[in-house]
T-cell receptor
């Protein structure tokens, strides 16, 4: 079945550091890929998405590129801020199979130190 | 207000009791989902619904029941609560592969 594997946390960085959170997936066909973010005490929010190979999703300075050859969708940001502290989830769905349910990774907790 | 709301936000119940978590969305999204969030497991899908009167099991459906008589509501019932069902439960609605999540219900079974 479908699965998502993301790097274990927690990850602690200093403000303005470069961020990478790794995500790889297993799925048949061509899934859509997502990064969701969860701030303390809140539900998940969509951060960015990519629906086909080589697409780059971007939002709020975060980027991720859909790499079919490596089945990866790593999240990057060039200069993190304290406000980026949150839990980040990689996820996939297969809408081309008529099913929009999301399969999530286990999440990576990110803490940014001033 | 537009959005997705869950109630209650916090609930403590005893083992063996029935408890229902409510979820309401105002967007008329066709899909709705229930996930549970546990440390070390991320989010796991309990049940989902593609439309009113259409529901299907997710990854961890045992011990849960859902219904969807109206597009906007998707209640989740624990028929006989167990301590292993202590968790944070998230409802979501969505379409075109984008899901919108409620703020969650923290359920403690004692």
């Amino acid at each position: 079945g479908d699965s998502v594997t993301q790097m274990e946390g927690p990850v602690t960085l200093s403000e303005e550091a470069f961020l990478t959170i790794n995500c790889t997936y297993t799925a048949t066909g061509y899934p859509s890929l997502f990064w969701y973010v969860q701030y303390p005490g809140e539900g998940l929010q969509l951060l960015l998405k990519a629906t086909k190979a080589d697409d780059k999703g971007s939002n709020k300075g975060f980027e991720a590129t859909y790499r079919k050859e490596t089945t990866s969708f790593h999240l990057e940001k060039g200069s993190v801020q304290v406000s980026d502290s949150a839990v980040y989830f990689c996820a996939l769905s297969r809408p081309n199979f008529g099913n929009e349910k999301l399969t999530f990774g286990t999440g990576t907790r990110l803490t940014i130190i001033p | 207000d537009a959005g997705i709301t869950q109630s209650p936000r916090y609930k403590i119940t005893e083992t063996g009791r029935q408890v229902t978590l409510m979820c309401h969305q105002t967007w008329s999204h066709s899909y709705m989902f229930w996930y549970r969030q546990d440390l070390g497991h991320g989010l796991r899908l309990i049940y989902y619904s593609a439309a009113a009167d259409i529901t299907d099991k997710g990854e961890v459906p045992d011990g849960y029941v859902v219904s969807r008589s109206k597009t906007e509501n998707f209640p989740l019932t624990l028929e006989s609560a167990t301590r292993s069902q202590t968790s944070v439960y998230f409802c979501a609605s969505g379409q075109f592969s984008e899901a919108f999540f409620g703020q969650g219900t923290r359920l403690t079974v004692v």
